[in-house]
């Protein structure tokens, strides 16, 4: 059972930066991929960006990669989502979940049981 706390969102202009956290309870995070996905009002749950248990193997949507920096620090049981050069099509509702996983970490959210209630980005032009 792994239960997931995002903070870290908030409202800032186009250019700026925003770093989130998705703090992480259980004792076994190490045997968890961790994904970051938004949903924006009247879209689907996108994939943002995935990092693999230990950290050794990230992946990036298209429309993020070069901006958006995912780590994750295990001895703190926290994984991290550095945003900058927010864009107004950023805006979203950001989401971390956790998958019990040891491989490359995947982009389908359908596979992550484990979710946070979502932290609000919005990023005004």
């Known amino acids: 059972q792994v239960q997931l706390v995002e903070s870290g969102g908030g409202l800032v202009q186009a250019g700026d930066s925003l770093r989130l956290s998705c703090a992480a309870s259980?004792?076994?995070?190490?045997?968890?991929?961790v994904g970051w996905f938004r949903q924006a009002p009247g879209k689907e749950r996108d994939f943002v960006a995935g990092i693999s248990s230990y950290g050794g193997t990230t992946n990036y949507a298209a429309s993020v990669r070069g901006r958006f920096t995912i780590s994750r620090d295990n001895a703190k049981n926290t994984v991290f989502l550095q945003m900058n050069s927010l864009k107004p099509e950023d805006t979203a509702v950001y989401y971390c979940a956790a998958e019990l996983w040891l491989g490359h970490p995947r982009t389908e959210s359908a596979r992550y049981v484990y979710w946070g209630q979502g932290t609000q980005v919005t990023v005004s032009s």
């Open positions: 259980g004792r076994t995070f190490t045997s968890y991929a």
